[in-house]
């Protein structure tokens, strides 16, 4: 049986800290979407679409402000995330063109609000050099946003953390 565990951390914040979280949201969104762009020109071009490994070349070289905005981990797991969506994407037209999915799937969407904005509630971490959560909750930050290294918060524990487990989940469908 296979168990996936996810950590979703709501934390409050001061306004510093906030302003510190949502300038590094903003960036994971452009870098979101500068590999979106790539994507969907590929595709509308009718030419392969780029996976993990070639988003991971070519956004440093095509977007490298965006890129090198962030931690190295966290623009890779972003990379990492956009790629699962077009992988999806490809699986679930597959699907429609075979006849077994009758709504036609829509493109990845791009990450931004109704009013032109982009969001910044989405930071993925997956590496342990990028957070730690212990009493207080702490996250790495790219260079021109780290004053003392690393962003430390001390949130209320009833506020700051929720765990989601899936157990029986094999990769096709959510076990409730």
């Known amino acids: 049986m296979t168990e996936i565990r996810t950590n979703t951390l709501r934390i409050a914040s001061s306004r510093e800290e ?11 969104s452009r ?12 595709f509308i071009a009718r030419k392969p679409i780029p996976g993990y490994a070639t988003l991971c070349k070519r956004l440093p070289l095509e977007y490298e402000a965006d890129y090198r905005a962030l931690p190295s981990d966290i623009a890779q797991e972003v990379i990492r995330k956009l790629a699962e969506a077009w992988k999806s994407f ?11 999915l009758k709504q036609k799937p829509g493109l990845p969407r791009y990450r931004k609000n109704k009013d032109g904005s982009r969001p ?13 959560v212990t009493h207080t909750v702490s996250i790495a930050l790219p260079a021109d946003l780290r004053s ?18 899936i ?10």
């Open 18 to 28: 906030a302003t510190t979280l949502r300038v590094l949201g903003e960036r994971v």
């Open 31 to 42: 870098l979101f979407n500068a590999g979106n762009y790539l994507c969907r020109q590929a």
């Open 90 to 100: 490809r699986a679930l037209r597959k699907d429609h063109m075979a006849g077994t």
């Open 120 to 132: 910044y509630d989405y930071i993925p971490v997956k590496s342990a050099r990028s957070y730690a």
């Open 148 to 165: 003392k290294g690393r962003l430390s918060m001390n949130p209320p524990h009833s506020v700051f953390s929720r765990c989601h487990s």
């Open 167 to 176: 157990s029986g989940w094999e990769g096709n469908e959510l076990a409730s």
